[in-house]
């Protein structure tokens, strides 16, 4: 059977080929192919991406508000927004929400992922339930937040003043500016961890044993593997964990906004809060479109910092690792 | 007497199949609205017309039962189907937001305070039902024409179908107990009361934190309180006056006398405390009171017995410095049926319909019209009476000024609320935050 197939293959070869139509001819240009094949993409990306990135970064320039289109004004509303202390306030709050946050992500997430890396019982139950910070909806586990943070309400409060008896009152947690970012910056690492911790875990799983078995014999510490096999070989994953956690931190919302709406007088509000309460309940699209606006180099930054910074490897610019 | 009827409405509220003993009960009770003979205006209905309406979520059963059922009866007479989405109140402006850019989607949209202004070149002009209905039933209330009509003109951008306000709600019995026989309308006895409340383990509480509602509620009454106000009556900021720093300084001595936490309230902060007992005083809404009656827990039910209202505190105003949010109708110029949406719009306006649903809400709305303030439901439990006066105020957010987005931007934005805040929690001296809070008014005010 095998020979008869073979055989018709070696005569249809021997037809000559008609010459090629120009359409043919124009389906066999690989750099045609190419483009048609992202055409698609470029149509998503135009769509989804592009366009409302340029309606955004065309209503920062204008004095839109809700129900009228508004002018082209150029960068007044840049140039207002320097003047404005709420702004910078939401700037700076911004900066150290995601720096703190995301600090405290990746110490307790690699800690966490370390943990979960050793043999232990139930291994693929307890993973699955360290993910439900991350899988719960932000909105409620904001309003879970809110409960544990009610000046009147809290838990926390309820066991430290009526079962410990360590303190005569109720702790007020978003009162007062400082406490009440640190609460959020909480809320925001017990949110953040599980993403954290699970994208390390992969990363740990891809580690070959070996590795650690040769430390093992040449006499290692536990801090030494760590340090010499672990840290270097999860750079790379790290990066991309990084990178993603900086942009989900830099941008939230739903926490912020659910927990104290930017509260007290401002000064929680972030970047992302801000923006949206001046453009939408406030009605000054343009306004809220350039603080959103002027989101964007921070987010470029913080990218670069992250990516390069910390992840600077071959195998980004398409080598193999050394 | 008033317990029994205010338990058949809640009855008739929660039987929403059994229609029919509410209606005869209710039915009797509209002919308590004095009414003037005048012949409807002639809103010819396009053929094979079709209504779709938004409008804030209900914060008590009967807001939403009876609104429904009154629907439901201009369909069987006109046979114009009209659906109706009820909205939650956060979710209400980024809708309105985007029907109105959009230019599709709902017929009307009722929305709350300056939306009607900030959207005025998108909506059709209500100014014949307006005159028809204020001819009809005995005049529109100050709030209603003021928020109803565009600035300086007797054209209406959109129907006021009611308004709710949130005068002071306190517990008559730990108020007697520190020597007070109602709330006083001088600043210091005002003070003097919460001072000693709150030596007594009865602190009161009002949100000066970024709560939309209470929060830009209470910072309102404390300005007009002491005479101050945002801006003036052509709408130049003249927040940073010596009245306004007067009020800070006094809020400042109010706020220790508050419970703990009050900065952090959202809309609902104060309604736990109160209902858990925490706070003795606050000023809200109709609903808090309306949903401890209804609870199934005794002790509930009594707080609700011992809660009294009362007008907030007059201190230097001569009218009582209180405001009300008024939810008014916005017909858009893109609804393809708008005599049908006019003439929906004042069949809901009608005694048979207005009267049994405002009368079926007790209280939570306050008529615009000032006809239906005659409602013998009104007088039938003395707990309602500030409310039965809410849009019957000069007051108003961004009051001296034109209403506009300038004034709507600057509740939304807390830039009042934030001033107190500031001051109250020590963060900030009386004088700088009243001139950061003028800057940043005027910031609102340029662009406008």
New interface residues.
């Given amino acids: 059977m095998g020979t008869t197939t073979a055989d018709v293959g070696l005569q249809r070869l021997t037809f000559t080929r008609k010459p090629d139509g120009w359409l043919t001819r124009l389906f066999d240009n690989k750099s045609f192919l190419v483009f048609l094949c992202m055409l698609p993409t470029i149509g998503l990306l135009v769509v989804f991406l592009t366009y409302p990135l340029g309606l955004g970064l065309w209503l920062s320039m204008t004095d839109a508000t809700i129900g009228q289109p508004g002018e082209f004004i150029g960068f007044d509303n840049f140039v207002d927004l320097m003047s404005d202390p709420i702004f910078w306030m939401s700037v700076t709050n911004t900066i150290f929400y995601t720096t703190v946050a995301t600090a405290g992500k990746f110490a307790l997430g690699l800690w966490l992922a370390l943990l979960l890396n050793h043999h232990i019982p139930f291994k693929a139950f307890i993973r699955a339930i360290v993910l439900l910070p991350w899988i719960v909806p932000t909105v409620l586990s904001a309003i879970a937040w809110w409960w544990i943070y009610s000046p009147q309400f809290s838990i926390i409060s309820y066991v430290v003043v009526d079962v410990l008896h360590l303190r005569d009152t109720y702790i007020n947690f978003l009162g007062t500016p400082w406490p009440a970012r640190w609460s959020l910056i909480v809320a925001n690492i017990w949110r953040g961890i599980p993403f954290v911790a699970i994208t390390l875990l992969a990363g740990l799983q891809t580690i070959s044993p070996s590795l650690y078995e040769a430390a093992l014999l040449d006499g290692a510490s536990g801090w030494q593997k760590f340090r010499r096999i672990t840290v270097p070989l999860l750079m790379p994953i790290l990066a991309v964990a990084l990178t993603l956690s900086v942009l989900f931190t830099f941008s939230d919302f739903q926490l912020v906004y659910a927990i104290t709406r930017g509260g007290p007088f401002n000064t929680t509000h972030l970047m992302a809060t801000l923006a949206f309460q001046r453009a939408i309940p406030g009605a000054q699209l343009g306004e809220g479109a350039a603080i959103a606006v002027s989101m964007i180099p921070f987010l470029i930054g913080a990218t670069l910092l992250c990516f390069f910074g910390v992840g600077r490897r071959k195998w980004q610019q398409g080598e193999a690792n050394d | 007497m008033t317990i029994s009827r205010r338990d058949s409405l809640a009855l008739g509220a929660a039987a929403l199949g059994a229609a029919s003993i509410p209606i005869i009960g209710a039915k009797a009770a509209f002919d308590d609205v004095p009414t003037a003979d005048v012949k409807p205006p002639e809103f010819k209905i396009e053929k094979g017309a079709s209504l779709h309406m938004i409008r804030p979520a209900k914060f008590i059963d009967p807001d939403e039962v009876y609104w429904k059922k009154n629907t439901e009866e201009f369909t069987k007479k006109t046979g114009v189907e009209v659906k109706v989405d009820f909205i939650s109140w956060e979710d209400l ?2 809708q ?2 985007v029907v ?2 959009t230019g599709a989607g709902a017929d009307i949209f009722v929305s709350f305070g300056a939306d009607p202004h ?5 909506l059709v002009e209500m100014t014949d039902l307006a005159d028809y209905l204020g001819a009809k039933y005995g005049g529109w209330y100050p709030l209603a024409l003021l928020y109803g009509q565009k600035w300086n003109t007797k054209n209406w951008l959109a129907l006021p179908l009611g308004g709710g306000t949130g005068p002071v709600m306190y517990r008559k019995t730990w108020v007697n107990e520190v020597g007070y026989t109602e709330i006083p309308n001088d600043l210091e006895k005002f003070l003097d009361l919460c001072q000693k409340m709150q030596k007594n383990g009865h602190p009161w509480g009002m949100s ?3 709560a ?1 509602g209470d929060a830009n509620g209470y910072s309102e009454w404390l300005l007009w309180s002491h005479n101050a106000f945002v801006v003036d009556e052509k709408g130049k900021v003249a927040l940073d006056s010596k009245e306004t720093i007067a009020a800070l300084k006094y809020a400042t001595e109010l706020q220790k006398t508050m ?8 809309d609902v902060g104060n309604n ?2 109160y209902q ?1 007992g ?1 706070i003795g005083m606050t000023f809200n809404g109709v609903s808090l009171y309306y949903s401890m009656l209804k609870s199934p827990d005794q002790k509930v039910q009594a707080m609700a017995a011992d809660t009294f209202t009362q007008d907030t505190p007059y201190g230097f105003s001569k009218q009582k410095p209180m405001s009300a949010a008024p939810i008014s109708a916005m017909l858009f110029k893109h609804s393809k049926y708008p005599n049908a949406a006019k003439e929906y719009i004042r069949f809901m306006m009608e005694k048979d319909q207005y009267g049994l649903w405002l009368s079926s809400c007790l209280g939570y709305w306050c008529q615009p019209l000032k006809a239906y303030g005659k409602m013998n439901f009104w007088s039938s439990d003395p707990k309602l009476k500030p409310f039965a006066t809410a849009l019957d105020s000069p007051f108003y957010d961004g009051y001296k000024g034109p209403i506009s ?1 300038a004034s ?2 600057v509740i ?3 830039t009042v ?2 001033m107190f ?2 001051v109250v ?1 020590g ?1 900030a001296t009386p004088e700088s935050a009243a001139k ?1 809070a003028a800057k ?1 008014a005027e ?2 005010y340029k ?1 406008a």
Avoid: C, F, M
């Fill in positions: 402006r980024p309105l937001a109105a850019n900030i959207y005025s070149e998108k000066l934190g970024h939309l419970v703990q936490g009050t900065l952090t309230w959202n736990q405390a858990s925490a987005a709507a931007a939304a934005n807390y609320v934030d805040a500031s929690s963060n950061q940043a910031r609102y662009k």
